[in-house]
C-alpha cells in the first residue's frame, strides 16, 4: 500500500491500510485495495457519495440496495463504506464539525481546540448532540497544514483558530 504523510510528505510503501511515518509518527491512510465487484469501481463510490449527501448517512438497508442494484458483493461495498471518512454508517447530526489533529496542527494547537469543543459541545469525538446539531470527529490532515489548527465545519474550513474563536465559530451553526 502506497502512503504519503500530509503533516511532513514523507512517502512510503508497507502492507497495511493504516501506517505510521516514521519521520513525524502521523497516522496515515494508504490507497484503498481495488474494488471488485461493480463493472465501474468508481461508481460504487459515486453512489455512496450522493446517497450520504442525500440521506446523511448509509443504513444497512441501503448498502444493501446498492449491492444489489450495482452487482457489487456487500462485503466490497461495506469495505468501501468504512474506509473513506466521507461516509457514515450511522446517523450524522446536522452539521459535521471536524477538528485536525495532524502532526502540523498539534503543534499550533489544535489540541486545545479539541478540548475547547468538547466543552462546548459536550461529546466526545464520534458523537453527536443529543439536540442532533453536531457531530464531532477528529481527522489527521484536512490537506491545508499551512492554515493550522484548523477545524472544519461542513464544508467550511476555519485556520489558525485560536481557542477564544471557537465559541463565536460553533454558535454561527447552532
Ligand atoms: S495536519 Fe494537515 S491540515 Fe492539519
Known sequence: MRHRCGGCGNEWE?????STCSRCGQTVTGTPPPVRGPE???KLIQVLLSLQKERGWLSRETLKEVSRRLGAPLSVVYQVATFYKAFSLAPRGKHHLRVCMGTACQIRGSPALLERVRQLLGVEPGETTA????????????????????MMVDDRYFG???????????????
Open 14 to 18: 508497507d502492507g497495511s491500510w493504516r
Open 40 to 42: 465501474h469501481p468508481e
Open 131 to 150: 439536540d442532533g446539531k453536531f457531530t464531532l470527529e477528529t481527522v489527521n490532515c484536512l490537506g491545508c497544514c499551512a492554515m493550522g489548527p484548523v
Open 160 to 174: 489558525r483558530l485560536g481557542v477564544s474563536q471557537v465559541e463565536k465559530v460553533v454558535k454561527s451553526f447552532g
